[in-house]
């Protein structure tokens, strides 16, 4: 099983519908990212959380919001989906090492098509 | 200006060539710096990452930082068909940790 694990993996849905997008670790890491890949832009921050009582925005957080329900677990939620929010989605944990940084470790993604 | 800057290629190569990979960042205060490989339809893996001035090699992969010129550069030597991929450069530039990622730059090793 993977040590990211992002559900749903692939959802198609409507104009104006609320979407929650689920990320689950068992890295045991304080430190939870969602991030937004689209062609031509690369990677962009959405929402990130250093721990459970942590919450700060991104580059990008319009039309965005999370939820960090457990050291686990953060939910993205797009309150009334738009067309433009169409992308891939990525969840990613780190940990801190003595430099005060640390590798990204990536879900799998969740590709979001909104009509 | 985008914060992190990549040529988004696709960069082709030989087998067994070396490809050479660009980055440029904007952030004087910037002091980790990443390099991370995208296959297409996965998920970022990272492959290298650089702290201070000079080189960094691991295996066929060489990493470079001049922070005064604020660039950042991969050289992956013997290039393989596997190495084809997305590289992504990503920069650290705050104790908290927000990583900013270029666009990335497309490799094709041809056979």
């Known amino acids: 099983d993977a040590d990211v694990t992002q559900t749903p993996r692939n959802r198609i849905t409507k104009t104006g519908k609320r979407i929650m997008l689920e990320c689950s670790q068992t890295k045991g890491h304080d430190r939870m990212y969602w991030y937004r890949q689209d062609p031509g832009l690369g990677l962009r921050l959405i929402y990130y959380?250093?721990?459970?009582?942590?919450?700060n925005k991104g580059e990008i957080s319009d039309g965005y919001s999370v939820s960090r329900q457990a050291q686990a677990k953060f939910s993205l939620s797009l309150e009334s989906a738009i067309p433009n929010q169409t992308a891939l989605y990525f969840c990613a944990t780190s940990d801190l090492d003595g430099r005060g940084t640390g590798e990204l470790f990536f879900g799998e993604g969740s590709r979001l098509t909104v009509l | 200006q985008k914060e992190v800057e990549q040529n988004s290629g696709p960069l082709s190569v030989p087998e067994g060539a070396i490809a050479s990979l660009n980055c440029t960042y904007s952030d004087r205060g910037s002091q980790s710096f990443f390099w991370y490989r995208q296959y297409s339809g996965k998920s970022p893996e990272l492959i290298m990452s650089?702290?201070?001035?000079g080189d960094k090699e691991d295996g066929r992969f060489t990493a470079q930082l001049n922070k005064a010129s604020q660039y950042v550069s991969l050289l992956i030597r013997d290039s393989q068909p596997s190495d084809s991929a997305t590289y992504l450069c990503?920069?650290?530039?705050?104790?908290?940790?927000?990583?900013?990622f270029g666009i990335g730059t497309k490799l094709q090793v041809i056979p």
């Open positions: 959380s250093f721990d459970v009582k942590d919450i």
């Open positions: 650089i702290y201070s001035n």
């Open positions: 990503a920069v650290d530039s705050g104790g908290y940790q927000k990583v900013t």
